[in-house]
């Protein structure tokens, strides 16, 4: 007569189906703390495990459903978190400098069409009296050539 060895057949589906619920609640994790959209079918390619299996599972299932709604509801709002969030003195401290930086930014504007205004005065009191050199007065110095 032959030894009756199913108890390592149950040893071994039990251990098989640990890890399989393991695999699940491993990628269920991984998913939510990555921010990818979850779903039954997301979960079941992720850990991979059947999609059927995942149904069964009442407890997956339904933590599956709470953490889809409550992506979805996050998706909707986009709340940033806590630790991410600028705070009001930072938002205040970075308006008052980008006002400034306008402020500079138009003073600089100001001055320099001044002086293209300027500049397009003198070319063109040049060109109606007829100073129209191009060419300097005097003659610059010998330039020595290369040794």
Do not use: F
Not at 19 to 48: E, N, S
Not at 108 to 121: C, F, I, M
């Amino acid at each position: 007569m032959r030894a009756d060895n199913s108890h390592h057949l149950i040893i071994a589906a039990r251990r098989r189906a640990a890890a399989t619920r393991k695999r699940a609640v491993t990628a269920l994790r991984r998913m939510d703390t990555a921010g990818t959209p979850i779903t039954v079918d997301a979960v079941a390619k992720q850990a991979r495990v059947s999609r059927s299996w995942l149904y069964s599972q009442t407890d997956l299932r339904a933590e599956i459903e709470r953490l889809r709604s409550r992506h979805q509801s996050a998706a909707a709002g986009r709340p940033v978190p806590d630790r991410q969030r600028a705070s009001d003195a930072s938002l205040l401290r970075r308006l008052e400098s980008a006002t400034e930086r306008i402020r500079n930014l138009e003073t600089e504007n100001r001055q320099l069409r001044d002086a293209l205004a300027l500049a397009l005065g003198e070319q063109r009191a040049a060109t109606v009296l007829g100073n129209t050199r191009d060419t300097p007065r005097k003659k610059s110095a010998h330039i020595i050539g290369p040794c």
